[in-house]
């Protein structure tokens, strides 16, 4: 790649720094918020630097007798075991049905991978009714609504769609001579697959179950629509946190910064297997 020099080299560095300050900004202000009181936050103009900044809002939503705190961190947990649960279930079967669809001659796979696109690519809006009325009537026998199970399932019937897309693309990176040579040597497929395959495909494995974490983690819908107060997620519980009368500005951005840790955390950690990953698997 030529190398920039002169007022293209410039220009580059300029358009990098704006592109850093429009992602850090609105995460700064958010902690700038979350540390304010509730009166300098509202105040006219804008303070960017808080004149009397505060951790109780912190105190309050980490709180388990406080009414907030309690249901913060509840939400938190549920936003946990679904993300992870919903993590766990798109790499196990994503992986085993991307190989099969990679590497074996399923009858109409590409049907099959086009329809599970089809189902990621519609709005959440036009799955809400058919999954509301399949919830409802299966919750007559068994209890569904309002479960962490319940959302682990909504959540993977479209974003399994993605791990499958994803992992085939980087299953068929693979030169096939590898798991020949395991063949040769003794092993059954199911070895080739967990010997061979998978370590080989630990960027695609990586960067398939953080992105699928994010869109669990992230998502507010179903969470909304199916959850009323025990399987409540982290943003169903910031969304709450406004009513008609009073909006807690500071406590919603105190659970908002909060919440984003995760997130953030996960990418910066796995940065390098979420870019070979997704490269890996566009290849082909």
Request: charged share 15%; net charge negative.
């Given at each position: 790649m030529r190398e920039l020099r002169g007022p293209g080299k410039l220009l580059h560095r300029l358009l990098v720094v704006l592109l850093v300050m429009w992602t850090?900004?609105?995460?700064?202000?958010?902690?700038i918020s979350s540390i304010c009181p509730h009166a300098e936050l509202l105040s006219y103009p804008v303070h960017w630097i808080?004149?009397?900044?505060?951790?109780?809002?912190?105190?309050?939503?980490?709180?388990?007798?406080?009414?907030?705190?309690?249901?913060f961190l509840l939400g938190l947990r549920n936003s946990f075991t679904v993300s992870a649960s919903v993590t766990l279930a798109c790499l196990l079967f994503g992986a085993l049905g991307a190989y099969a669809l990679a590497r074996m001659p399923v009858p109409g796979k590409r049907s099959f991978l086009l329809s599970f696109m089809i189902i990621r690519m519609l709005p959440s809006i036009a799955l809400i009714i058919p999954f509301y009325v399949i919830v409802i009537r299966i919750s007559r026998y068994v209890?569904?609504?309002?479960?962490?199970?319940?959302?682990?399932?909504?959540?993977?019937?479209?974003?399994?769609?993605?791990?499958?897309?994803?992992?085939?693309?980087?299953?068929?990176?693979?030169?096939?001579?590898?798991?020949?040579?395991?063949?040769?040597?003794?092993?059954?497929?199911?070895?080739?697959l967990w010997k061979v395959v998978l370590p080989l495909a630990a960027p695609g494995l990586v960067a398939?179950?953080?992105?699928?974490?994010?869109?669990?983690?992230?998502?507010?819908?179903?969470?909304?629509?199916?959850?009323?107060?025990?399987?409540?997620?982290?943003?169903?519980?910031?969304?709450?946190?406004?009513?008609?009368?009073?909006t807690a500005y500071e406590s919603i951005a105190a659970t908002g910064f909060l919440a984003s840790l995760p997130p953030i955390l996960l990418a910066l950690l796995f940065q390098k297997y979420i870019v070979s990953g997704l490269t890996g698997g566009g290849i082909k």
């Open positions: 850090v900004l609105p995460f700064l202000w958010l902690f808080p004149h009397h900044p505060t951790l109780a809002n912190y105190r309050e939503i980490l709180d388990t007798t406080s009414s907030v705190g309690s249901k209890p569904l609504f309002d479960t962490t199970w319940n959302l682990s399932l909504l959540y993977n019937s479209f974003i399994l769609g993605f791990a499958l897309w994803i992992l085939r693309g980087y299953f068929l990176t693979l030169p096939r001579e590898l798991e020949e040579a395991a063949l040769i040597d003794g092993c059954t497929p199911a070895q080739t398939t179950g953080i992105f699928s974490f994010l869109l669990a983690w992230d998502e507010f819908l179903f969470a909304l629509i199916f959850t009323r107060t025990t399987a409540m997620t982290a943003p169903v519980v910031i969304a709450e946190l406004g009513s008609q009368y009073i």
